[in-house]
């Protein structure tokens, strides 16, 4: 019995299927994108529930989905061999701990007033990757990457100098993301059995402090009423339901494609902060973001001309 439709592709798309799968891929794809991009709303609706309760919520609840979703998949055995193999349950803790400082850590932004650093952050983060690839893989780095990390550089130390302090929030964010999916590229594990595991493996610790706020009578699930409680378990579908979209577009996207299209939830974050949060973006964040996007525009003008030469 199937709880989900399948995401997956098939292997080798005929010709006349090749069309209809990119635009299903597309929808997956703005989706996935479109969804992350307007969840600080939900955050900001909870924002009367501590950071801490939010993440430990969003872990038990999304626990049983994924669990659901690898029984689907018939991906149960896999995450029971993922826990018996130490080497890839080491990988696995290790990218546990750094998603949840992401998660945690981006929640605590939202909530305090600070999207646009959250943003921010996820703007960074593909020159990043780019960086961790030279640095740790020893990938060679072509002179328009230097010029795009160079640029986004500039923008941070910018921003250094003009606030007075690092923009520790997104550098936090974006650090520990890379960090995560290099973690997750040399983990023998498909995307849904990996989740699986991380959740699994925070589930104590979420499940510990739940109890602990509920003995001290701080526990936000029991007493923000009906509506407050129905929000903190649909944290669980929340979280996993645009990752299952995710999986959908990166089967049927190239990867020039999904690079692009994932600029969607900062974008959509940095309008959310300003228009509707009310967040200031004053001229010289806007000349710091300014050097960003250009390394930004520089690194996309890359990968479309590498995947352009490429298909060539």
């Not at 300003?274 to 890359?302: C, D, H, K, N």
Request: overall charge positive; proline content about 6%.
């Amino acid at each position: 019995m199937r709880y989900w439709p399948s995401l997956s592709a098939p292997t080798s798309p005929a010709p006349a299927a090749a069309a209809a799968e990119h635009r299903s891929g597309l929808i997956y794809g703005l989706s996935a994108y479109g969804w992350w991009g307007v969840m600080p709303i939900y955050f900001k609706v909870l924002s009367a529930v501590p950071p801490l309760e939010m993440l430990s919520h969003r872990v038990i609840w999304a626990m049983g989905l994924l669990l659901l979703l690898a029984r689907q998949q018939k991906a149960l055995g896999q995450v029971r061999e993922a826990l018996r193999t130490p080497r890839t349950l080491l990988l696995l803790t290790s990218s546990t701990a750094l998603i949840a400082v992401n998660w945690g850590l981006y929640i605590w932004a939202i909530v305090s007033g600070r999207i646009l650093e959250g943003s921010l952050g996820y703007f960074i983060n593909p020159l990043v990757n780019v960086a961790l690839g030279v640095l740790v893989l020893r990938e060679r780095l072509p002179r328009a990457l230097v010029i795009a990390i160079g640029l986004a550089g500039c923008g941070v130390v910018w921003l250094t100098v003009a606030a007075g302090q690092p923009p520790w929030i997104a550098l936090a964010l974006a650090f520990s993301f890379a960090l995560y999916g290099l973690l997750r590229k040399t983990a023998p594990v498909g995307a849904v059995t990996g989740l699986a595991v991380e959740t699994l493996l925070l589930t104590p610790l979420a499940l510990g402090y739940v109890l602990f706020m509920h003995d001290a009578g701080r526990l936000a699930f029991t007493s923000g009423g009906t509506g407050q409680m129905l929000l903190l378990v649909a944290a669980g579908p929340i979280t996993a339901i645009p990752l299952l979209f995710f999986t959908g577009a990166a089967r049927r996207l190239p990867l020039s494609t999904l690079g692009f299209l994932q600029y969607i939830a900062p974008s959509l974050q940095l309008l959310l902060g300003v228009f509707i949060y009310g967040e200031p973006f004053p001229l010289w964040r806007i000349v710091g973001f300014g050097f960003i996007w250009s390394g930004l525009a520089v690194f996309v003008a890359y990968s479309l001309r590498k995947a352009h030469r490429r298909s060539a």
